[in-house]
């Protein structure tokens, strides 16, 4: 995250877990840049739908938004904090998985025609993977 958005979130979100989290008490989103425990993963997951948490992945600035109710609540905190529509992509996350099958890539943000990604899922491979490595490195 740059200084820019840092000095925007730090403003506009309290709740602030380490450094590299944020919370918008008016939302329950976690912005996500440095790695959080799967454990509070799990209590998101059990504030909102039980087993699973919507995210959307910021595969530029390497970002997370977790925890909102729908992903396009969270893909508007990440484009208030600076993110670009096209590098933002949404999954959901199920906490309690096998970490190999805990990644759904399922949103109707990632609908993008313009770009290439006609369905809910992420077409391209290398996306995929950028993302499944995003989150396993914010997640542990």
Known sequence: MNADARRRSSSSHAGVYNAGVTENPDT????????ISAERLREIAGERFGDMVKAVVDTKLRLLALGGGLHSDEEAALLELGSTQADL???NIYPDQQRSEWIEFDSLINVRPRLGNRSRGVEDAGTRQLILEIVDSLIQ
């Open 28 to 35: 329950d989103i976690l912005i996500v840049s440095e790695p």
């Open 89 to 91: 992509w949404g999954i």
